[in-house]
């Protein structure tokens, strides 16, 4: 096809006809040091190393001295002292289009599903900024999650940005994979980070189902990948729904899970010569977290929301990745281990969960039948050990009567099967029964 003269003329004109190069001056860790170039941070470069190997790329994450510090996107097996490096790009851009659905795509975009190349595909730039926050439209609408306990009692809004707080094998996954299948949007984008390789394959086709495939763009990037690759999944990811929403799609954005994407900014920062902080996380991580997050929520065009699994080490909510997100965030789930072993899925801690947005969806109907069934959980919590040693005078306390009488009743409430899909509108008559509220 032969292109018009203007835009002939314009490829030229941006076409940059000498290459900067370099060479590998020293290698440290997982950091390599480039003399003789100059290229911002963030850009491509490519170390050839003059094997029967293909080039390495890398990203510049900083400088030390004369040299660019620059990171490989996979093992640096083969790289030598001298080896030529070359600057390829000063901005990454990853394909975008109605022909990216279904698809499964690595860190950089390229196909991991065996389908055909994304060649012809628009591409966009990542490293957008979030939108200004006066442009960003209010919302008073429910987003419908298809999951009975969120939509009923963790009321989540369309373009609210929430995380699922849990620790390890608490079914995180489980229930990204049933709000990928049933979430009223157009479009799921799901970016796995820091996965293992044998749970890629078991959830796309297990809990994401190819009902769910088909609507979904998946961002895959394992635990053996580099740390530059794990934090440039989810930057691909939050770029490609970026681009489906501006073209007026509704979006579910859902990444597992942003303390690996933190544990891989954690590596490049100290490669880079940052100083550890919290907990060895140096500071450049707690300013990339609210960059990534709010890049997610409405725009002036249509709405993002996002679900961040957070995994909290050893179950402790004030771990400093927790804490971080739950500060940023609009309201967080918690899954509870203690639920997961008497099999009571999804583990959903409803005490423990908040939705800054509930009040703005919810009538007042509604919000009087939350605060009973909440007022119910606590009074159970509290006098749990006091019913089960059967110390417990029934009559003594009217609200601890109720609850004990609707224990039942409402555990079956909270409880749902992985493929169960709940309605919206059958949820919150349930809801209602359930709290006997006129």
């Known amino acids: 096809m032969t292109l018009p003269w203007t835009e002939m003329e314009t490829a030229v004109r941006g076409t940059n006809p000498v290459r900067a190069v370099g060479r590998v001056s020293n290698l440290v860790g997982m950091a390599v040091e480039a003399a003789g170039l100059e290229a911002p941070v963030g ?7 003059g094997r029967n190997e293909p080039p390495v790329l890398c990203e510049v994450v900083g400088f030390r001295q004369d040299a660019l510090v620059i990171m490989p996107f996979r093992d640096m097996r083969g790289i030598s002292r001298g080896n030529r490096v ?11 289009g109605q022909h990216l659905l279904g698809r499964i795509i690595d860190g950089l975009g390229r196909p991991l ?12 730039r990542l490293g957008h900024q979030a939108p200004a926050a006066l442009s960003r439209r209010r919302t008073q609408e429910v987003m419908t999650t298809g999951i009975r306990a969120i939509d009923s009692l963790v009321t989540t809004a369309r373009g609210q940005r929430l995380g699922i707080f849990a620790g390890s094998g608490v079914g995180k996954s489980v229930l990204l994979g049933m709000m990928a299948r049933e979430a009223q ?51 691909t990811a939050m770029t490609i729904a970026e681009a489906f ?4 799609r509704e979006v579910l954005f859902l990444m597992d899970s942003a303390t690996r994407y933190a544990m891989a900014l954690r590596e490049i920062g100290l490669a880079a010569g940052e100083p550890p902080t919290t907990k060895g996380y140096p500071p450049s991580v707690f300013a990339a977290l609210p960059r990534l997050c709010e890049r997610a929520g409405w725009s002036a065009v249509n709405a993002m929301t996002a679900f961040f699994t957070v995994l909290i080490e050893g179950d402790d909510i004030q771990d400093p990745i927790g804490d971080a997100m739950r500060s940023i965030l609009d309201g967080h789930i918690m899954l509870s281990r203690d639920l997961a072993r008497e099999h009571h899925y999804p583990a959903i801690d409803v005490l423990g969960s908040v939705s800054r947005l509930r009040n703005d969806v919810l009538g007042d109907r509604e919000l009087a039948a939350v605060a009973r069934i909440v007022r119910w959980l606590k009074v159970l919590e509290d006098n ?6 059967g110390a417990y005078v029934s009559g003594s306390d009217p609200v601890l009567d109720e609850a004990l009488a609707n224990r039942e009743t409402i555990r079956g409430f909270l409880q749902q099967g992985m493929r169960e899909k709940a309605d919206l509108d059958e949820s919150i008559a349930r809801l209602h029964e ?5």
């Open 245 to 248: 929403r501006e073209s007026d």
């Open 43 to 49: 850009s491509m470069c490519r170390i050839d190393t």
């Open 185 to 235: 949007v157009d479009v799921n984008v799901l970016a796995l980070i820091g996965e293992r390789g044998r749970e890629v394959r078991e959830f796309i086709e297990r809990d994401l189902g190819p009902e769910g495939l088909s609507r979904s763009v998946v961002v895959v990037v394992t635990s053996d990948e580099s740390a530059v690759m794990r934090a440039k999944g989810a930057e």
């Open 434 to 438: 359930l709290a006997a509220v006129n």
């Open 86 to 96: 070359t600057l390829v790009a000063s901005k990454l851009t990853v394909p975008f």
């Open 384 to 389: 749990r050990d006091l019913v089960n040693i």
């Open 113 to 124: 599903d065996g389908g055909p190349p994304l060649t012809g595909l628009p591409r966009v």
